[in-house]
């Protein structure tokens, strides 16, 4: 959706850390979520955030909120050929439905 | 194991016809939500239910129905279908239409309208 954006394309080396960057417009959004896409499959949570939170860790995954600009990272520490997938951020609206980004592809190379 | 199931898994179908997307889930959940997948655009929401017996529009409901008679079924009708709802087609649910209750979703049904 046009109400969250995030780059299409991620390249990173095995073992090196990915940085998945989404902006956001709802400033009234209660939660971000981070969902992953592998290969025809479904989208499964990852990760989300209550919005008076600046930080979540959760094993390799590091979520950041900056919600004065309306910004939210993922970073993957150590990421690993098993982390290649579709990454969408998404908030939630005022009537409680989610709006998703166009997702954004991370390619692990060796 | 307990999740969403959608039939078919693929399909594809002439313009003008009608088909019927299943989906049917087993965790008791209260809202059901249908979106597609294109390129580029991510995911948007074509119609949703907060309960069994209700429904309601998303972002794109145009030239779709839905219905939910009961808890575990949310089928998705196509009445007559255009090569633009060529689309992968994803059913999700939620255990509550509120912020906090994360979607599951099913694996997905990709729709070739020719």
């Known amino acids: 959706g046009e109400d969250v954006e995030q780059s299409l394309f991620l390249s990173v080396r095995e073992g090196d850390s990915s940085v998945i960057n989404c902006t956001y417009t709802?400033?009234?959004?209660?939660?971000l979520y981070w969902y992953k896409q592998e290969p025809g499959a479904g989208l499964q949570l990852l990760t989300y955030?209550?919005?008076?939170?600046d930080m979540k860790q959760d094993q390799r995954l590091t979520v950041l909120l900056n919600k004065k600009d309306k910004h939210l990272s993922l970073r993957i520490a150590d990421t690993q050929t098993g982390d290649s997938a579709i990454y969408f951020c998404?908030?939630?609206?005022?009537?409680?439905?989610?709006?998703f980004g166009a997702g954004t592809t991370v390619t692990v190379r060796a | 194991t307990a999740g969403i199931t959608q039939a078919p898994t693929s399909q594809i179908l002439a313009a003008g016809r009608s088909m019927t997307l299943r989906c049917t889930q087993d965790?008791?959940?209260?809202?059901m939500y249908w979106y597609r997948q294109d390129l580029g655009l991510g995911l948007r929401l074509i119609h949703y239910?907060?309960?069994?017996?209700?429904?309601g529009k998303g972002e794109v409901p145009d030239g779709y129905s839905v219905s939910r008679a009961n808890t575990d079924d949310f089928p998705l009708t196509l009445a007559s279908a255009v090569p633009s709802q060529t689309s992968v087609y994803f059913c999700?649910?939620?255990?509550?239409?509120?912020?906090?209750?994360?979607?599951?979703f099913g694996n997905g049904t990709r729709l070739t309208v020719t």
């Open positions: 999700a649910s939620s255990e509550t239409a509120s912020n906090n209750s994360p979607l599951h």
């Open positions: 709802d400033s009234s959004s209660t939660y």
């Open positions: 955030i209550f919005s008076n939170m």
């Open positions: 998404a908030e939630s609206r005022s009537d409680y439905k989610l709006s």
């Open positions: 965790m008791r959940h209260n809202a």
């Open positions: 239910s907060n309960t069994a017996g209700t429904t």
